[in-house]
T-cell receptor, first 112, second 112 residues
């Protein structure tokens, strides 16, 4: 069982603000992922990382950026939030040699 | 490309009813197949998985059998409870791939 933490759990901000969504895991997993989940429930992969200093764009184009300076942390940043960024953001990680992804509780972002 | 198609929801059942949520897939090679569950306000949790044809995954009374001939991985439970109300995602991962491919999710509501 992996422990994955996301903060904040809920965030309401105004248009134009810069925000960073935090994701951390304590199990030393190499692979980490960010998903955007729309109100219709569908999950869209927006970023992933194979390990430290590795980041890749996912299947859905996103204006967000990510970094992976340490194995444990995979923060997601929006330089200038817009109402179209309102969504739930889910972070996940996967250990080497397995297929199973472990998910954090998510951050629900509302941009006014 | 690889894809997963789930039974459209929402699905509403009475407690103790029999549940089936259909899932079919298209993939190259021999993927691993998963069911994830998302309870209200939470991230996704792995419910069960199967890694090769004819394998049966099971957990918490739920079962799914990997059927290569019909490219299906239907989720079943003999007697559902109110606490099973959640969104269920079918997913696949092909060998060597770094990413999961998710279906669109099926919202299940169980009434007492």
């Amino acid at each position: 069982e992996a422990d994955i933490y996301q903060t904040p759990r809920y965030l309401v901000i105004g248009t134009g603000k810069k925000i960073t969504l935090e994701c951390s895991q304590t199990m030393g997993h190499d692979k980490m992922y960010w998903y955007q989940q729309d109100p219709g429930m569908e999950l869209h992969l927006i970023h992933y990382s194979y390990g430290v200093n590795s980041t890749e764009k996912g299947d859905l184009s996103s204006e967000s950026t990510v970094s992976r300076i340490r194995t444990e942390h995979f923060p997601l940043t929006l330089e200038s939030a817009r109402p179209s960024h309102t969504s739930q953001y889910l972070c996940a990680s996967r250990p080497q040699g397995t297929d199973t992804q472990y998910f954090g509780p998510g951050t629900r972002l509302t941009v006014l | 490309g690889n894809s997963v198609t789930q039974m459209e929801g929402p699905v509403t059942l009475s407690e103790e009813a029999f549940l089936t949520i259909n899932c079919t897939y298209t993939a190259t090679g021999y993927p691993s197949l998963f069911w994830y569950v998302q309870y209200p306000g939470e991230g996704l949790q792995l419910l069960l998985k199967a890694t090769k044809a004819d394998d049966k995954g099971s957990n918490k009374g739920f079962e799914a059998t990997y059927r290569k001939e019909t490219t299906s991985f239907h989720l079943e439970k003999g007697s559902v409870q109110v606490s099973d109300s959640a969104v269920y995602f079918c997913a696949l991962k092909t060998q060597g791939a770094q990413k999961l491919v998710f279906g669109q999710g099926t919202r299940l509501t169980i009434n007492p």
